[in-house]
């Protein structure tokens, strides 16, 4: 697959999402970057889960729901283990549901990873043919 498909699926807001939180990692944490930065990781999950989706769809494979992409995407090698996804899943839904300042720290320290994650995924999907 060449970057062309990448574009083709929209895959631009996904690498715009990720530069968004690379910047909100990239300032000195606070109480206003660690939100600014916990909601930038939750449209980036979003739009990484939907854009495997579409990929997927190129595949043939159908999926309705962000678990299934991540268990999906390990069929074409986008990502090795779904485990990582699903608790980023879950960090999200923390994150949604309640605000508690515990809980954001825990998330924030999760989310250097998480964007080196997405890099991967991305760079993997270039790579696809």
């Known amino acids: 697959m060449s970057w062309k498909i990448l574009e083709k699926i929209e895959a631009q ?7 968004a939180l690379d910047r ?3 300032q000195p944490e606070n109480e206003f970057t660690r939100n600014s ?17 579409r990929v997927l769809e190129i595949y043939g494979i159908e999926v309705s729901n962000s678990r299934d992409s ?14 990582t996804w699903f ?6 839904n923390l994150s949604s549901h309640t605000y508690k ?7 924030y320290r999760e989310l250097s990873e998480f964007s080196h994650n997405v890099k991967d995924v991305v760079e ?5 043919k």
């Not at 807001?13 to 530069?19: F, K, R, T, V």
């Not at 993997?124 to 696809?128: D, V, Y």
């Open 13 to 19: 807001s996904l690498l715009n999402a990720l530069a």
């Open 101 to 107: 300042e515990e809980i954001a720290i825990k998330i």
């Open 24 to 26: 909100s990692l990239a």
């Open 37 to 53: 930065s916990i909601q930038c990781f939750e449209f980036t999950l979003e739009l990484v889960w939907k854009t495997l989706k």
């Open 124 to 128: 993997r999907l270039r790579q696809l």
């Open 70 to 83: 991540f268990r999906s995407a390990v069929k074409i090698k986008v990502i090795s283990d779904p485990t």
């Open 87 to 92: 608790k980023y899943i879950e960090l999200r």
